[in-house]
């Protein structure tokens, strides 16, 4: 049954999975860190870029638009959203914020089904995209490869500018004491504001990619948010690094798992993360 | 777009209640005062009050707005269509919910007769209820096997489907026509595991042969190792069927090509109509040639159904009509073919008996009743194809009619009514 | 003295309902070491914080070089010129001991970051040795120099310095207090929040005696080591 190809397979496709569950999950964690707030919408900033995407692809004809244009698009949404509604309840009881998030998510859902109804669609992949790659003698769909490579790259980057550039430094002083990096000449509500609006990005880039390899429906938001949240807890609240490693491990045991132990795949999922947690109630990494 | 009202009771037109008033005077004047025939006549003039307990929340709210579009159209040509008011609830897809929500219909807003919820949980909950108040109800979807079986109700009629009516009669034509060799998919919970059981059985009685079997979650995007088992399976098989949920289905159709398994020449054949117009369109050209069983589509040529297009078209412009307006105007033209063989009044035990006898021709062909009140339709098998740059599923091949049998041995037991 | 470089009015600041700051006033000239002294709970750090922003006063004035700088956020204050060396040192401790400096000098209005960093370099030789080194591994006294070090760094024209001797060996008070000598000499303003009265009246030029966020006392050095009472009474120090 488990042969060297179906492992290398499922080794693969848990790549795959784990490179675009970076990209959800790191915002969504890099926000927890900084300003404590678990944000419930994050997986409609999924949905919404999906559902962008896919309007966007139907409208131009082209997926690179859709891929671009997309986040940007609810990027500015969600610099305003935080603005207007997360903004007034910092600092206050995290309850008001699960609330809101929680609140918001559900007119994302409303606003969802109202533009795009309720219907199951997905995004047209270019065609040149569409065909086989092959790797130690497996053929892999190419379009998987691109997320793994494109996914993988911008995780890379992100990576990259969180450990080395000078605005990095700044974030990684902020998941420890954001007070003490206003105290020293940054308008944190603004580097607050920031973090949200590329996190949103880096969520409606997943839920593109996403949404070109499975569907854009309307329920996609709850599994990203659930996604992401168990990819936090595993790795570790507020820590890319954490964010990474979760999504190794949930990618890798949601493919083997299903392989292994078909129908008890998402079991699977939270059995691991239970174990950690046991293990280590505080997630496996604790700075960014 | 403002389907998430809680009630919205259809205004009293002025015409309707000049034709009451007008009505009750003359019937008054011939025979003096408070004599019966003006209670009948009061009867038959006043409002005819359909409650619809539905889904208007969430990912089914499509099903709900669309098959009350139906409803709506086929009271709309009636001569009821003055009197007719409908009281919308929300069922939120949840038993507890949808039975609060009939209640509410039945003992505070007193309607008449009761169109019932989409899942088939809460369509059984609300039958048991519609049961113990003796009140008519109609199933647009809610296929639960057990209404037709050993849970089947004088005051329940399943209008548009089971699940097993329109997923097992497919299974002779798969191994006559596309192989014997099938790997069984169903959706880890009970709608796909009970399809899954029955084909299994069907495929062995055929003479066919189940290379494997796999039951990715509910809510599953990723059949990456579900298609490594497909390929993994000895002999390869020539046919993947079986039963994958709503927006689970375009994501295995993507991933089935990705992967290369329809390049292969492996079929796939979808069971409760998967592939409708709109998830072809969802899924574009790596659907094209996959299968699927349902009993109705917007391209069936026959005159009823060609009407029931072009009354809609006037109805609702907009609509890109699929099987939920068909099933609703099925269940929208049962309730005023009851009507009107109770005189006009909805005297709901006249209606029942009424009913059951119904044997009409709508926009899914031939149709009728069964003893146990789940609906015979005709099935066909569709295709997704590519005409233009539209992806629609069409019907190629008629499979007759088809109920569901409601004795010990059919999927859900024993009806005794 | 001319006009001071920080002036508070009739200050009042509370954490949630407890009032901690009452009607304070101060001021702190240019080119002084200003200490702010008083036993443990006085109210400095929550002086030091008022005046930062980081705990904003609900009424009253602060201001800095005649501009009122209360009701401005703390990176404005910042930006001000106004810098801090915080209680418990606020070092970042995932970054390295350069990384806290460079964090320090991207808002410091510095036209030549590199030089700025040789300059506390060679003011703390440690320092430069362990530059590649994360904050989490410096021993106290090195935390402090770094935590220093940061508040020279760009323009810079007060220093709000919480306890910086605080938890530290005799020695390495001895080194920090040389510092403070240095910075003085360099001519920089200085605010000090110090319950070390020794090292205080050493280095300071005028002292502000607080206590349950009271200004008790206000006198240069001579005036308090000449006081008894409020040697004993609020710094509890014996006389010699």
Known sequence: MASPEVLLTNLLYGLTIASAL???????????????????????????????????????????????LAPLIVTAGAIVMERLTLRPLYGLNPLYQLFLTFALSLVFSNLVLLVWGGDTVSIPTPSYLRGFVSIFGIAYPTFRLFVLVFSACLAAALWLFIGRSAWGAVLRAGLHNMEMVEAFGINTRALVTAVFAVGAGLAAVAGVVMGAMRSVNPEMDLDLITSALVVVVIGGLGSFRGAVIGSLILGTAESFGAQLLPGLAKFVVWIVMAAILLWRPEGLVKDA | MSQRDQSRPSPVTRRAFLKAASGATAAAALTGPFPASVNVARAQSREIKIGIVSAYSGVFSVIGKRSELGIRLAFEKSKYRDRVKFFIEDSQVKPDVAVQKAQRLVEREGVDVLVGPVA??????????????????????????????????????MVGHTIWSVSVPVVPWILETLGK?????????????DIVRWMDEGIKKGGGRVVGTAFPPLGNAEFAPYIAQIKNASPRPKVVTGFI????LVALAKQFDEF??????????????????????????????HYDIIH???????????????DFKKFAPDELVDDAHALGYDVGTSIVYGLDAAGGVPDNEKMIDAIVERRWVGPRGESSFGPNHAIRHPTYVRQIQKVGNEYRSIPIKPLGITGTPGDAAGPGGLCKL | MTTPALALEGVNTFYGPSHILFDLGLTVGEGTVTCLLGRN????????????????????????????????????????????????????????VEE???????????????????????????????????????????????????????????????????????????????????????????????????MALDVGDWHHIIDDGRIRFSGDSRSILGNDEIMTQYLGVSPR
């Not at chain 2, 290369?260 to 998830?279: C, H, N, P």
């Not at chain 3, 109210?43 to 009253?60: E, N, Q």
């Open chain 2, 181 to 193: 060799d099938v790997f069984l998919m169903g959706s880890d919970y009970i709608t796909g595991k």
């Open chain 3, 100 to 198: 806290n400096l460079r964090l320090a000098l991207l808002r410091a209005e510095a036209p030549e970051p590199a030089a700025e960093l040789e300059k506390v370099y060679a003011l703390f030789p440690v320092l430069a040795e362990r530059r590649r080194q994360r904050g989490q591994t410096l021993s106290g006294g090195e935390l402090q120099m770094l935590a220093i070090a940061r508040a020279l760094l760009g323009r810079t024209g007060l220093i709000l310095m919480d306890e910086p001797t605080e938890g530290l060996a005799p020695l390495v008070v001895r080194t920090i207090q040389e510092t403070l000598h240095r910075i003085k000499r360099e001519g920089a303003t200085v605010l000090l929040a110090e319950q070390n009265a020794r």
């Open chain 2, 296 to 310: 109705y589509s917007r391209w069936l040529s026959h005159k009823e159904n060609q009407d029931f297009l072009a």
């Open chain 2, 245 to 248: 949920g709503g927006s689970d």
């Open chain 2, 120 to 157: 088939g949980h809460e369509a059984l909950a609300v039958s048991e209820y519609s049961k113990s108040k003796k009140k008519l109800m109609l199933l647009v979807y809610g296929g639960n096997v057990k209404i037709a079986g050993d849970s089947c109700s004088r005051y329940t009629f």
């Open chain 1, 22 to 68: 970076v990209l959800i999950s790191s915002g969504l964690s890099l926000i927890f860190g900084i300003v404590g707030v678990v944000n419930f919408a994050h997986g409609s900033f999924g949905m919404l870029g999906a559902y962008l995407g896919f309007s966007l692809v139907m409208a131009t004809g082209s997926f690179w638009a859709a891929l671009l």
């Open chain 2, 260 to 289: 290369g398994l329809k390049r292969e020449g492996i079929a796939m054949v979808q069971t409760i109509g998967g592939f409708s117009d709109v998830q072809a369109r969802a899924i574009g050209e790596a659907g094209v040639g």
């Open chain 3, 41 to 96: 709970g006085a109210g400095k750090t929550t002086a030091i914080r008022t005046i930062m922003g980081l705990t904003p006063p609900r009424s009253g004035a602060i201001t800095f070089r005649g501009e009122r700088i209360s009701g401005l956020r703390p990176w404005q204050i910042f930006r001000r010129g106004i810098k801090l060396v915080p209680q418990g040192r606020g070092i970042f401790p995932p970054l390295s």
